[in-house]
């Protein structure tokens, strides 16, 4: 049964950390393009 349960914990923080490096890397996006827009003004 614990394995069971490591395997969704594994799995788990596996999509999380997906999750958040999706998540900034967004934010670094969004971040790059407003200092485009501020270069150009």
Do not use: F, K, N
Not at 17 to 26: E, F, H, L, R, V
Request: proline fraction near 0%; aromatic fraction near 10%.
């Amino acid at each position: 049964m614990t394995r069971v349960y490591q395997l969704a914990g594994a799995a788990g923080s596996a999509a999380l950390d997906a999750m958040y490096a999706a998540y900034y890397a967004s934010i670094a996006q969004t971040e790059a393009s407003s200092d485009a827009t501020r270069r150009r003004r």
